[in-house]
């Protein structure tokens, strides 16, 4: 995963196994104190090669997304399902990064594991519109350099390393916020319409959150979602005379009504775990 030697091995000495069993056993709190000392010490690394810099950067992707992950666990554990959303675009923010920087690709079996089951996790919840601020930007200024993004004096491409700093455009002088808009492929899948907790838009995390409670799934084991649509016995549903009044109230003919609504579908999810699964 890393391009130097020096990274690598550090990350070979300070594997996260433990923080992964810990998971395994929701014991959260345990897990953080794990990865604390870790990131102090990554924080202390410091070189003058600028491939040792960028690994810096990627281990620190590494560490952070871990962290977020624990967050989001947590946060579903203890039923708070729209913060966990937050820390679940964390994790894929940084596996966005992680992906990017890595050498030929190449990332862990527990980050590939962890990313297929953080897309799977991002369908349960209840968003797809999302809010799009938009503004008017005088200038916008490089983050390496400080000079006009723009400018041909810059000479960093937006999104790349440089000695270990990513180079981002800094929006100066906005002049104005001229509007929001809802948007389905938004910048930022943070900002989502807020719902309650308890709110049956989240009944897929609630679901999900009973199983991880009952002990029938952990972080380690969920593996895949399969949802279906499935036929249910519609419980409301009166046989009667094609030409008679609709059990429904609707003051219809029965048969312009609910006749065919002996069955009715449902949702249903199923979430799949695998057992033998082991990441330590
Ligand atoms: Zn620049
Ligand atoms: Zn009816």
Redesign the pocket.
Known sequence: MFKTKTINDFYQVNHLKQIYKNLHELQFQVARDILAPIEDEVNRLTSQDELILNDIFLLKQVLSLHGSLITMWEEIYNMKYSSSWNYLQNCLDRLRNINKFSLNNQKSEALDFFEKQLLILEKLYPYNIFFSIGMVVALYE?S????N?DSLE???DIGELYNGKM?VSIAKDITDINHVSLVSIPRDKRCVIQYDDNSPQFNRLQFLNQQLVSNKLTPITLYDADETPRKKLNENYVELERNEKCFCGSDKKFKKCCINKKYIEEQHIKLIIHDEFKLW
């Open positions: 490089c390496i350099c400080g000079k993004i810059c000479e960093h180079a």
